[in-house]
């Protein structure tokens, strides 16, 4: 049982440039979360979804957008990564708003 | 805005000496309050959920406490391997998000 996987895991990218997060769950878990975590910011909410085929903004959707066209699966893009991207993206499920289970982390970097 | 503050931002110990780790919050209709945990490297890992002022919930040597603006995070005669960041977090009338602490640092030196 695998629980949250994270793709990849580190990344490097210049000013400009796109990518996608995958983030794959095993539990059949209705909602899922994309939050970033800064130094002495503790952790904030990008985007989450509630089901298949939803989503909705959390505290800092600014500069990514977010599929779930399936259930197991939640995907964070940047269209055009800035220095103030650089991260570690953490990805995670929940049965419902309780208990959320984590994957291990993306670290991105943006020069 | 819920707000969520955690105190001290590090800590560290000796092996077997007790203490506190504190998160004091601001919400409006408190749902859940819930502790994780978090190794170097490693997405955070669920410890305990609180519900109502009053609750404790023990797991080893952790305990956790809450209060209607606070919840504590005690530690008894730690080990090493507690060393890691303890995070705290609330969700609050509708919200189907958590809110979160920064996070404690805790060492405990062998």
């Known amino acids: 049982n695998a629980g949250v996987t994270q793709t990849p895991k580190f990344r490097v990218l210049k000013t400009g440039q796109s990518m996608t997060l995958l983030c794959a769950q095993d539990?059949?878990?209705?909602?899922m979360y994309w939050y970033r975590q800064d130094p002495g910011m503790g952790l904030r909410l990008i985007h989450y979804?509630?089901?298949?085929?939803?989503?909705a903004k959390g505290e800092v959707p600014d500069g990514y957008n977010v599929s779930r066209l399936k259930k197991q699966n939640f995907l964070l893009g940047l269209e055009s990564a800035a220095p103030s991207q650089t991260s570690v993206y953490f990805c995670?499920?929940?049965?419902?708003?309780?208990?959320?289970?984590f994957g291990n982390g993306t670290r991105l970097t943006v020069t | 805005e819920d707000q969520v503050t955690q105190s001290p931002e590090a800590l560290r110990l000796q092996e077997g000496e007790s203490s506190s780790l504190n998160c004091s919050y601001t919400v409006s209709g408190l749902r859940g309050l819930f502790w994780y945990r978090q190794d170097p490297g490693k997405g955070p890992e669920f410890l305990f959920t609180?519900?109502?002022a009053g609750e404790e919930k023990e797991k080893e040597r952790l305990k956790a406490t809450l209060t209607k603006k606070e919840s504590f995070l005690h530690i008894t005669a730690p080990k090493p391997e507690d060393s890691a960041t303890y995070l705290c977090a609330v969700s609050s009338g509708s919200a189907r998000q958590l809110t979160f602490g920064s996070g404690t640092q805790l060492t405990v030196l062998p």
């Open positions: 539990m059949n878990h209705e909602y």
């Open positions: 609180l519900y109502s």
């Open positions: 995670a499920s929940s049965p419902e708003t309780q208990s959320l289970h």
């Open positions: 979804s509630v089901g298949e085929g939803t989503t």
